[in-house]
């Protein structure tokens, strides 16, 4: 089974492009989902514990964490080792499900692949890209952050030239799903062809 690594700067349509992934048959396991999901029980007391005031109901209040971390890189460290070891437990689950399933390929959507190592982990690594003002574009119309935000955390994630430049595969968003789809086909017809590369 190769593993590939999906990863992409905010706005850059990897969301997307793991979709289409699933879409083609591949098991995705989206980091962020998996986040998400500690965030609805497991994960909620330990961040509590460490982050007072972020949850509700036995959940986390992500916007209350967000604005707690995001300027806070001794913040964001410590939520990542709260975080981190429950997600490896799930991704291992993932692997043998997909294992069991006798699947060729599967892809790991990691927003901050690069950010954690993670390249370490995978076969190959797929970078999703665009041009910055599409990127720009694309956030700013969510209506969900501003340029402020915006600009933390893009200042926050590896710069996309050098994405793309440690990429095995780079997947061009800036022209609609059906070239993402053609990119995604020769990817699966390639990853399978090479050797197995992670530690």
Known sequence: MRILGLTGSIGMGKSTTAKLFAEAGVPVYDADAAVHQLYEGEAAPAIEAAFPGTTANGKVDR????????????????????????????????????????APVVVLDIPLLFETGGEKRVDAV??????????????????????????????????????????????????????????????????????QRRA
């Open 63 to 102: 916007p209350k964490l967000s604005a707690r971390v995001v300027h806070d890189p001794a913040a964001i460290k410590q939520l990542e080792q709260i975080v981190h070891p429950m997600l490896g437990a799930s991704r291992q689950k993932f692997f043998a499900d997909a294992e069991a399933a006798n």
């Open 126 to 195: 797929v970078v999703v890209s665009t041009s910055p003002e599409l990127q720009r574009e694309r956030v700013l119309a969510r209506g969900t952050m501003d340029e402020a935000k915006l600009n933390a955390i893009i200042a926050k994630q590896t710069p996309d030239a050098e994405k793309r430049k440690r990429a095995d595969f780079v997947v061009d968003t800036s022209h609609g799903l059906e070239p993402v789809r053609a990119q995604i086909a020769h990817i699966l017809a390639e990853v399978v062809k090479m050797p």
